[in-house]
């Protein structure tokens, strides 16, 4: 639902003030109306003479923007709403789950030092940045295996990240699908408000209808991709200085396909970010991945009172009760 289907009030009986403004600011109004007209039996040049500023006076009086200040105030003192407030137990179990490409691909050197080893340091950086939020670890190539499960400790991730090296996992290739079902089998019960991250350097067309199908199911947990890396690729060199071979013989190309991203995001829905020398990237996943969390079913949520938005106004408002010209005369 969108915010206007959510929209309501959280005091609703302070909305009976409002009949009762508006009864006097007709009451006053209609009082001022009256005074202006046996202001008219007087002759027209020395009305003119003894009135000030008697246009501006019809147009707008003092009792209009005390009514608006009492509105805005009474407003404000319903409780306006249209969104909730996760509950810390919600945000806490809230598991993200980290799925970093280990294959050659990622030894490419167009993002320096390599883009395996700026995806650490990314991932590092969330983490750091997500305290008190539980994180698991899974490695993908061909295959896909855990390497560590939900744990809201940075010290017990470091040792993890630092091992993965393409030359450990069992087969080659980056198959995304692989993924999917250890990412649900982590999350368990809260898979509705987890996040799946998947920290690689592109995707492949076979991936585009894995992941909408994936993600289509409601209980799915919402996904997100950091990709590394630029279209024009790099040289992906093995431990020993060799440059990586792909499948038929050449050099591997390690080129990100923008067009098939384009279509992950369009057709599979997964927000894609591209990864920077900033922390603009990381600031994109933090906001993704607390939408994702505010969207999650949480039986325990409270609504957020927005009365703020009502509060300001009437305290401008009030500012001008005490200008010359505007004070009340009841």
Sequence with gaps: MNAVELFHFL????????????????????????????ADLVAPHLRDALTVNRSRSRRFRAVDGVALGLIASALAAAGPTWSRQQSPWLVETAALVVAIEVSDSMRSNDVLPSRLDRARFKVLDLIERRTGSRTALIAYAGSAHIVMPPSSDLEVVKPFLESLDPAIMPEPGADVSRVLPLAE??????????????????FEPTDVPALAGHADRADAPSMIALVLGTEEGGVALLPDGSVATGNRGGQLDTAVDAAVLRRIESEAGVPVVRAGAGDADLRRLLRHIESSLRQADDP?????????????????????????GWTMRW
């Design 185 to 202: 089998a982590m999350l368990a019960d809260n898979a509705g408000a987890g996040t799946l991250l998947f920290v690689n350097d592109g």
């Design 11 to 38: 005091r609703p009986l302070w909305l009976f003030a409002l009949p009762l403004v508006a009864l006097t600011w007709w009451t006053v109004r209609r009082r001022g109306a009256r005074r202006t007209r046996m």
């Design 300 to 324: 325990n949520a409270e609504w957020r009172d927005e009365a703020w938005w009502f509060v300001w106004p009437g305290a401008l408002l009030a500012l001008f009760w005490f200008r010359r």
